[in-house]
């Protein structure tokens, strides 16, 4: 009888296949390695196929993994003849597992883990520890306790198809041909079959352009500044539907030899090319109905070198590139800023460039609008506008380049957002009205605005849709001081703006707007030096919020004055009628109770 029972536990192991699965040989974080204590461990020895193990059985494929899960105690596998990692001669190379001058028994005690290649694989193949009462298996085994605490009982079985290396053929002049055409193929495929041009532009895409004088296929630059000196990437592509304005500065050892060389000064090197439409037009680059000519939107002469002088450098580029969906690019048009450069060591040029996206006019007559803050509310980060006259603009604050100097370039006033900036101001000019002068325009921005936007939506034809800054003079002189010069050298824009609509829906807008200017004293003597100059901007909410509801209005009931008329008369009967009539009556009063608690809850 005991022999039976011994007999039928191997069956009894087998017939459990729900309970076995296999587990990859890594084990989580926190598992614990524990030695096998229900049977012998065998480390040694001929490795038979699983198919030949009593008692030890697979479910599907044998999961692959470079190393046993857990084993710090010693490597069952010895180093690879060729170390793929090994990388550095005469060093020990990081996590490079068979790297021999590492001069480690156990590397994985020292690395995290091993790279890939520099340890033998290994496959393990693991059951739930209770369906083990004795391991007969003359394969590598270990009993593991995971993160969950369920002991895992693993056996490590050797797969040489997993270790196989093939030795490369031998090549001589008798079966080279031979090995090239059974091997070969096409070595250079041509890169438009196997990748053709998208039919239309997506939002971020590269803008195609074409040179026709060299047959050069390029891409739309917008050149923007990197590092903190914020010099010029001229390889920065602009990116299509992406209206952005971008700021750099250029420095030039020689600007005698660069004023008439370098194409960046040049305003001709910004139009001299052609826009593709459509990308799919580069594969038919003789079809003009693919290419959109840049068009001068302003006069652009080329630079001159006069004297000391540097003529007609291009300070500012602006493109202004008219789209129709997936029709592509319909029309471009480029206008330019320029200035004059003196010749000295060293000097600097800093240039903006501008990108408007839009879309495309049937009709020239159509009112071009700039876009909105807000429909019609303002929203928060959107940002603020004013008028000056009859164009439409964003407020601005002053914006620092390098060394902390005025830019040209200047922050943008977001609705909503307080914010404050500052820079550098050199005092050049002698004279105090037009010192007081050119100061006030560097705060206030050019053009000055005169009128902000109540509503995100405002039109600058519509009058009613802005209300005036309130101000006072910029200048002011100082009349018992003849030596001395009151500039201005910050102001403090003050905004108030309410919500107004229904609760459910409010709508910012703006109730006011204030400058407020702050003064110092100089002397004659300010030539050359430096005045540091701020900007802040406030927003103040005054919206006046309704009482809230006190609840929801209860029902007034009214009943007719003789609706208690049964009642008396049944009460006012004797002893007899009441017994007849009393369970009518305490129907009725309980049925009219529920009618009122209902209505109370």
């Not at 319909?330 to 903006?352: A, H, M, R, W, Y």
């Not at 603020?384 to 830019?407: A, F, N």
Request: glycine share 8%.
């Amino acid at each position: 009888m005991c022999t039976l029972q011994l007999l039928m536990l191997p069956v009894f192991v087998l017939m459990l296949p729900e309970g076995a699965q296999h587990q990859p040989s890594f084990f989580p974080t926190g598992a614990v390695p524990t030695p096998a204590v229900l049977g012998p461990v065998t480390q040694g020895g001929p490795i038979p196929t699983p198919q030949d193990v009593p008692g030890i059985f697979n479910v599907g494929p044998t999961p692959v993994t470079p190393s046993m899960p857990g084993n710090r105690t010693m490597d069952l596998f010895p180093v690879l003849p060729i170390c793929i990692c090994d990388l550095t001669p005469g060093a020990c190379d990081l996590n490079c597992c068979c790297d021999r001058d590492c001069y480690l028994l156990h590397p994985r005690s020292v690395f995290s883990f091993c790279l890939p290649g520099s340890v033998r694989s290994s496959s393990w193949v693991c059951v739930d520890n209770s369906l083990i009462f004795r391991s007969n298996s003359p394969f590598p085994s270990r009993v593991f306790t995971d993160s969950n605490g369920i002991r895992q009982f693993c056996v490590l079985v050797n797969n040489s198809k997993l270790n196989y290396s093939q030795k490369l053929q031998k090549v001589n002049a008798t079966n080279f041909q031979a090995l090239a055409i059974e091997f070969g193929g096409e070595s250079f495929p041509s890169a438009l079959q196997t990748q053709l041009p998208p039919l239309f532009y997506r939002a971020g895409d590269p803008i195609l352009t074409y040179f026709p004088k060299w047959s050069v296929i390029s891409l739309l630059r917008q050149p923007a500044g990197v590092g903190t000196g914020g010099l010029c990437a001229d390889r920065n592509p602009a990116g299509f539907l992406e209206s952005k304005s971008t700021t750099c500065t250029r420095f030039f050892k020689n600007l005698t030899s660069s004023c008439t060389f370098d194409p960046a000064l040049d305003a001709a090197s910004y139009y001299n090319f052609t826009v593709l439409k459509i990308p799919t037009g580069m594969t038919d680059l003789q079809n003009m109905k693919f290419q959109v000519p840049v068009t001068l939107a302003s006069q652009a002469s080329p630079p001159l070198l006069v004297g000391n002088t540097c003529q007609n450098a291009v300070s500012q580029v602006i493109y202004d590139i008219e789209t129709n969906g997936t029709f592509g690019i319909q029309k471009v048009s480029v206008s330019f800023g320029q200035t004059n450069l003196t010749i000295e060591p060293d000097v600097s040029l800093q240039q903006e460039f501008i990108i408007h996206f839009r879309a495309f006019q049937q009709s020239t007559s159509t009112s071009l609008t700039g876009p909105r803050s807000g429909n019609p509310g303002y929203i928060v980060g959107k940002p603020l506008l004013v008028r000056t006259g009859d164009t439409s603009h964003s407020m601005t604050l002053l914006q620092s380049q390098g060394y902390g100097t005025c830019s040209i370039k200047r922050h943008e006033v977001q609705f909503g957002v307080n914010a404050i900036s500052g820079c550098k101001f050199r005092l050049m000019e002698t004279d105090c009205s037009r010192l007081q002068q050119e100061i006030c325009q560097t705060l206030n921005g050019r053009p000055t605005p005169e009128h902000v936007a109540i509503f995100g939506n405002a039109d600058p034809a519509q009058k009613g849709g802005w209300t005036r800054i309130l101000r006072r003079r910029c200048s002011v002189s100082i009349m018992n001081c003849t030596s001395c010069c009151f500039i201005p050298v910050s102001l403090e824009i003050q905004v108030l703006w309410a919500y107004v609509g229904l609760q459910s829906n409010p709508q910012a807008q703006v109730s006011g707007a204030r400058f407020l200017y702050h003064y110092k004293t100089i002397r004659d003597s300010h030539q050359g030096t430096d005045v540091h100059l701020t900007t802040l901007v406030n927003f103040v909410d005054i919206t006046q919020k309704p009482e809230p509801p006190r609840g929801q209005p209860r029902m007034d009931w009214k009943l007719p004055f003789d609706f208690f008329f049964p009642f008396k008369v049944a009460f006012s009967r004797g002893l007899d009628s009441q017994k007849c009539s009393v369970s009518p009556i305490l129907i009725l009063c309980l049925f009219l109770l529920g009618i009122f608690n209902l209505e109370t809850t």
